[in-house]
């Protein structure tokens, strides 16, 4: 049974940092692809970054330059480094994983999501 375990949330001001991390156990590896969603209050869950099974990385254009989304050595983690910050990245961060290597929109096994805070 896969499970998502987020960790790493939690309130700055704006122009600060975060590093997410999301730990996957079961049948989840580097040979997995894995990503970050987010979804603010009162609007739909978007994608914020992929990281594929053969290690190609996707970034949303709105985090482009302050965003960075990697493996650790051990594959079945995945971090997303959060730089600068702003409100309008509040809300609640989710991991993905997906039974392909090359999924460019994870969606087979969720987290149970992990809150951002961001204040101006």
């Known amino acids: 049974q896969v499970r998502l375990v987020e960790s790493g949330g939690g309130l700055v001001q704006a122009g600060e940092s975060l590093r997410l991390s999301c730990v996957a156990s079961g049948s989840i590896s580097n040979a997995n692809s894995m990503a970050w969603y987010r979804q603010a209050p009162g609007k739909e869950r978007e994608l914020v970054a992929t990281i594929t099974g053969g290690g190609v990385v996707l970034h949303s254009e709105f985090v482009k330059g302050r965003f960075n989304i990697s493996r650790g050595s051990a594959g079945n983690t995945v971090h997303l480094q959060l730089n600068n910050l702003k409100p309008t990245d509040a809300g609640v961060y989710y991991c993905?994983?997906?039974?392909?290597?090359?999924?460019?929109?994870?969606?087979?096994?969720w987290g149970q999501g992990i809150q951002v805070a961001v204040s101006s």
């Open positions: 993905a994983a997906d039974k392909l290597a090359a999924a460019a929109r994870p969606n087979d096994y």
